[in-house]
């Protein structure tokens, strides 16, 4: 992941953390909690001038990898600890 990803990423991220303290992630639909994030990726969508749908694309995609950089993390902090 580039640093202008990672920079996009946490962009969401922090709107995400300010928008969506009040939902439960595991009983919420995602296609409710991206309806959610839809002002910030608006706001990216026209500052980089592509369409909301690169950006959804695009935060799945990032979203996706990080949660497989962090999961192979957490698992090589396992075996360490072993």
């Given at each position: 992941m580039t640093e202008k990803d990672r920079a996009f990423?946490?962009?969401i991220n922090i709107y995400a953390n300010?928008?969506?303290h009040d939902i439960i992630p595991?009983?919420?639909p995602v296609s409710a909690q991206l309806e959610r994030l839809k002002p910030v990726?608006?706001?990216i969508a026209n500052e980089e001038s592509v369409s909301l749908e690169d950006i959804f694309i695009r935060y799945?995609?990032?979203a996706s990898e990080a949660a497989v950089e962090r999961e192979?993390?957490?698992?090589?902090g396992l075996v360490c600890d072993n």
């Open positions: 990423l946490n962009r300010d928008h969506l595991q009983k919420t990726m608006i706001e799945m995609d990032l192979k993390s957490f698992q090589e």
